[in-house]
Nanobody, 118 residues
Framework: QVQLVESGGGLVQPGGSLRLSCAAS????????MGWYRQAPGKQRELVAR???????NYAGSVKGRFTISRDNAKNTVYLQMNSLKPEDSAVYYC????????????WGQGTQVTVSS
């Protein structure tokens, strides 16, 4: 059974930092590309950051320079370090795992709430 379990969300003041974690089980973590997405109320889910199985990263323009995605294959965990948080970063953050071969194997976590407010 595949599980992606996010943690680390919460309430933080503008300018503050949070680190999200996503622990994976039931998959060969090292072969999966991992990503963080977010969805704010009334908005579509959007990609925040992605890290490939080879360690290459890409970011949404709105978070570039403030957020850092990383992975620890030994711990089957992907992280999202979020600095200089803004109110517009408030959303539910979801972990995503995807591996493409003959077809796509894709999994989602349950989400963790991040609220940036004074």
């Amino acid at each position: 059974q595949v599980q992606l379990v996010e943690s680390g969300g919460g309430l933080v003041q503008p300018g503050g930092s949070l680190r999200l974690s996503c622990a994976a089980s039931g998959i060969i973590f090292s072969i999966y590309h991992m990503g963080w997405y977010r969805q704010a109320p009334g908005k579509q889910r959007e990609l925040v950051a992605r890290i490939t199985n080879g360690g290459n990263t890409n970011y949404a323009g709105s978070v570039k320079g403030r957020f850092t995605i990383s992975r620890d294959n030994a711990k089957n965990t992907v992280y999202l370090q979020m600095n200089s948080l803004k109110p517009e970063d408030s959303a539910v953050y979801y972990c995503n795992a995807i591996y493409s071969s003959d077809f796509d194997y894709e999994y989602w976590g349950q989400g963790t709430q991040v609220t940036v407010s004074s």
